[in-house]
């Protein structure tokens, strides 16, 4: 019964619907016509640019009786007035015919054509009022066409759930009834045994609606159960995630600390190195001082010999001086010789062997002074040259510099005592040549 009547009642709104939009058309086309009752507003319609027909409404909306009476009236004095108007002259069809040599103006399909200016219009107001009231007139039918279509899909909605709720009581009371007329028994079963039947029924269809509830119970805590799941699932992949993270880094950190290990090694076989080093480098400036030390034993050694031939190089040369001195003294205390007319030969021997032997004796003596000169000339190079070396050495050895292949002598004498002593004999010699001359 809720049914039948819930589709009545639908039927009843489209019927309701379908009378609003044949009389908001029918309004629509009555102010149509009357407006094209207008020979101004049939002319502007005749003459307008890309304007539809006066008679498009018409022949759009279905031919309903009470439009087609409404509306004929309007077509027929319509087309009387447009059958009374004049013919057109000869002369205006001629003008109004297309001239095939002026240019036409081809109007772009993204362009809008220009709309003629109607401002100068007799009746302007008139159509401008027209159409204001039109368009009013269309607003508020539209929006009372909202407001039912609202109102009409609220109730369809309330009527379907009502229907639903029936269709599910229905098949409820349907299986009751199935189970009743399936009984083969039933014809001769009491009302007793009916109603036992009946409750038996009902506790049949309570217990079923609990195993209902229970399994839709169940199925919640299950889907329950299954989205915990899947939110461990989450938990899961996040904990391996950050595991793989955890392992990485383990990773590194033990690959830096094999580097650490690798590097710890390496250092204690270099400070094992540089231990060595600096044991050899000990050695080695050990045996340099032990070296320095011979040198300078040498050195001093070398200096009291050079000292001790310097002594007797000296006391030689002042033998030889004094001998030399004695002589030349003893030639002079020599009293003058007497001159005897005696052979040429005689008289030159004597002077002549004498004078051989002093010259050999000076050539000599000149040569061994010249042979000493040298050598003490040189000891005493060598003496300087090894002085020099052994101070240069010893600074070095103080301020930690390394010794370079090239020494450099500083603040050597330029003459030596040999020198003054072998030009003293050797003035001493020209001066005794002199005298004997």
């Not at 109004?96 to 103006?105: A, E, M, R, V």
């Not at 219009?121 to 539209?142: D, W």
């Not at 060595?276 to 010999?305: F, P």
């Amino acid at each position: 019964m809720t049914a039948s009547t819930s589709t009545s009642s639908i039927s009843y709104a489209f019927t309701l619907l379908k009378s609003t939009l044949r009389f908001f058309c029918w309004m629509k086309a009555s102010k149509k016509t009357k407006s094209l009752s207008n020979p101004a507003a049939i002319k502007l319609q005749e003459n307008g640019y890309d304007l539809p027909s006066h008679d498009a409404l018409a022949q759009i909306l279905p031919n309903d009786h009470h439009f087609s009476k409404a509306a004929k009236p309007e077509l027929h004095r319509a087309a009387k007035q447009e059958q009374e108007r004049p013919a057109e002259s000869p002369e205006a069809t001629q003008a109004n015919k297309p001239d095939i040599n002026h240019t036409y103006q081809v109007h772009q399909p993204h362009k809008r054509p220009p709309l003629h200016d109607f401002k100068d219009g007799p009746n302007m107001e008139e159509i401008t009022h027209l159409q204001t009231k039109e368009v009013e007139n269309y607003r508020s039918a539209l929006s009372r066409m909202a407001e039912d279509i609202i109102a009409l899909r609220r109730q369809v909605m309330t009527l379907e759930a009502e229907n639903s709720q029936l269709r599910i009581n229905l098949s409820l009371h349907q299986d009751l009834g199935r189970d009743l007329l399936h009984d083969t028994d039933i014809d001769v079963m009491t009302k007793a045994e009916i109603a036992d039947r009946i409750a038996s029924l009902k506790f049949k269809l309570a217990s079923e609606t609990s195993k209902a509830v229970s399994q839709r119970d169940r199925i919640q805590q299950l889907q329950n159960s299954l989205i915990k799941a899947n939110d461990s699932e989450k938990e899961l992949l996040k904990l391996q995630r950050v595991h793989q993270q955890q392992q990485k880094d383990l990773q590194q950190h033990q690959s830096r600390s094999a580097k650490m290990a690798s590097l710890e090694a390496t250092v204690k076989q270099q400070e094992k190195v540089i231990e060595k080093m600096e044991r050899a480098l000990d050695d080695k400036l050990r045996e340099n001082d032990r070296r320095t030390g011979d040198k300078r034993m040498a050195v001093k050694k070398q200096r009291g010999e050079t000292d001790h031939r310097k002594e007797e190089v000296v006391s030689a040369l002042a033998a030889e001086n004094s001998r030399l001195r004695a002589e030349l003294d003893r030639t002079r205390q020599q009293p003058a010789p007497v001159i005897i007319q005696q052979p040429a030969q005689t008289k030159d021997t004597l002077p002549f062997k004498e004078r051989l032997s002093l010259l050999n004796k000076l050539e000599k003596a000149e040569a061994r002074v010249q042979t000493l000169e040298a050598q003490l000339e040189e000891n005493s190079k060598s003496w300087g040259r090894q002085k020099q070396e052994m101070l240069t050495k010893l600074s070095e050895h103080r301020h930690g510099f390394v010794r370079t292949s090239t020494t450099i002598l500083h603040n050597v004498p330029s003459r030596s005592v040999s020198e003054s002593l072998y030009q003293k004999s050797r003035q001493e010699a020209e001066g005794h040549k002199i005298t004997r001359k």
